[in-house]
């Protein structure tokens, strides 16, 4: 996709396909009131004030189509920054194939995907983080990505990246109008300063890339694998974890996978439950094939709630599995022991969450368990957070231009080399934001979203 | 459902669910305005103009839920005649579900299916006929549904109902004044114009009920049954039919049945084609339990194409069976005899039409006799099409009324039985745009709406 002029006026069903009282269907660009008026011929708007509503008939030739109401956005008051109007008509899939037909028969085009809301951002009504923020909050199934989309979307992460940006900026000129007077050997920016304050930066810029693990839990939810031998209980824990009230059960199709998942929402969170094959139980099962695809799933999960038959086996035996699992990544591990309602059980569980997960016993106490991980990852309300992996690559880049800076103002280099560091990491910022946009970027952003967006 | 009075607000969801760019929540009622206010506290919509387009945030309480335009009509120029407000807020279910709970917080309540056309009826926006019509228009998936459905919409109907009415008003009124004169025997009705006038009268209903056959046609498509022995090449001629050019094709799930229908639109009709198991090939076959089913269907089609394997049975046996299949109702039956492609064929087949499903030859013939039966019914484009078995019931019961009066003329009875007579074709025609309604009637109507119109 190739960010166009904005030379043409695009159109697009703006809400979800189906039977429903009505269909919206947006368009945008300069024809947008030209066309609207040969779609609706009674209507005149060539005088009508932006943000008003119009009733009237859609005809094609003689023959009425439906009747629909007009909203009328002039630039620049509005979602694009171009013309906009949405015509609300009846919601049969027959009506809005004609209308749209219509209109491109009367000079609109069929809007790509994110079309309207790259259009948006090419004017200037939104900064990326801003646009993609849309995306977001479309697809937002929780309170906290719902939360943290609607933060980003009102600039909240732009602001952060604004004051660091001017900064940066300020320290930049500073460096380079030193080697105008290059001959007389000036420093304008106070080194020692220069340097505390390149350190507030990184730390600030630390504290970004921090928080995109917690981004991205919050977006996309916690992955949890439950883990154990065969028959330790683990569907049993899984069923109980579902069905207990308060949390809201759905099936959401994964994105990276084609499987199902059961999700569990705990105050906002989503965990998305894995319910694993048994480990099976040898001594050497951890080399099996068999296992493998089990450990794979453990690998790539946040956390492991490792399960065990406390009726069966011992602490000691559990804690050997454990430190298998443990080898593999840095994933959290929540210790399980299961059936202790079963007399006797096998010794001391240790610091175990003791459950009965067919009694349903001490299933409260492991949610209490999961929701402490989350928070454990410093969520603070006010702070922001990274959900997006363009955007912590990018910081991430721009951190370590800014490192090569301090080590160079360290190590008494040219204010040249310094400044050209500092305009690296700047420009890193500037693809956050979009002040620096290449088309494929464009095209890669605005790509993902919805058609009608 | 009670239709209620009106004093309360309603809101539903008014595009269908599913993600999507936007989603449009619809509130109507004496309280909408006031409520919109809550939810946007950053808009004063109290003295904001009927038909004005407002930008503002969703907040509950310090939270935000998202950022929204508001459209606002002004009671008495909405759809339902109240207050009407429209919210386009951001499509995902959680924002959706979000302002939908934080609506019904401040004083809205969920709006029954249908009942924001109802309380346009009731507040005299649309007459019955109208209101049931932005149903059809909704459900509408062909051209012909389409149109007679915007035509009902806008009146065209009523209209017909309204000369109707008018006319036998003022004939009850005249013979009714004569009773104010019983002592003096004066006759303000001239009897034999009114005769040709009740029988002018009666010729219109009887137009209008004619129509029916035909409204049920476009309104839900013509089925179309393809019969004949096992091996005649049934499916093989389905599937010609469907896949040649030209003709949309697409699966409709049934609405009296759970079986999926093909369908094939020819100008604009529908035509429901079922293929059926084959009719067993021996002499008693009609009598046989396990083709009762296959009777059945045929039974309820309009049209059965007869398909015979012209290389294997003659002419003479094929309508035999045809013969046993027209005694079954009142259904139109196309010959079709195919495999023409194969030599030597059985003799003459008469008037049938010769295909080959194979080599898809003759199809188009085929085609242009189903359209040909649908236009014998002899539809023309500017007159009304009554589409709705409640009109329909109700312009029989009101003729037979009045071809009660005009007999009662014709043996002199006196005004007032004549009358009493008109007056009760009046209820019946009454019934049918709604000046006489019952709660029952409404609620059947409305019940059918989808939520949300």
Known sequence: MKPDNGNDTITALSTPEGKGAIGVIRMSGPDAIRITCKLLPSLDLSIAKSHTLHFGTVKDGMEIVDEAV???????????????VEISCH????????????????????????????????NGKYDLTQAEAISDLIAAETEAAHQIAVKQMRGGFSGDLKNIRQKLIEYASLLELELDFGEEDVQFANRKELKEQLQDIISDINRLTDSFRLGNVMKRGVSAVIAGRPNAGKSTLLNALLNEQKAIVSDIPGTTRDAIESTLVIEGIAFRLTDTAGIRDTTDYLEKLGVEMTMQTIEQAHIVIYLWDAAEITTEEA???????????????????????????MG?????????????????????????????LNYKEESTVVTNARHYEALVNANDFLKKGLEGLESNHSGELVSSDIRSALYYIGLITGE??????????????????
Not at 91 to 120: D, N
Not at 323 to 332: A, D, H, L, Q, T
Not at 362 to 373: H, V
């Open 436 to 453: 620096v946009t290449t088309d494929d970027l464009l095209a890669n952003i605005f790509g993902r979203f919805c058609i009608g967006k």
């Open 348 to 376: 001391d569980t240790g610091d175990a969450i003791p459950v009965s997960a067919k009694k349903g016993e001490g299933i409260g106490k492991l949610k209490e368990q999961l929701k402490k991980m989350v928070l454990d």
């Open 91 to 122: 919601g049969s899939h027959f009506i809005i194939s004609k209308v749209m037909s219509l209109l491109i028969k009367y000079g609109a085009r069929t809007a790509r995907p994110g079309e309207f809301t790259l259009r948006a951002f090419l």
């Open 70 to 84: 007009v909203g009328l956005f002039r630039s620049p008051s509005s979602f694009t920054g171009e013309d906009v």
């Open 319 to 345: 804690e050997r599995d454990i430190e298998k699992i443990g080898k593999n990544g840095n994933v959290k591990i929540i210790r399980v022991a299961n059936k202790m309602d079963l007399k006797p059980i």
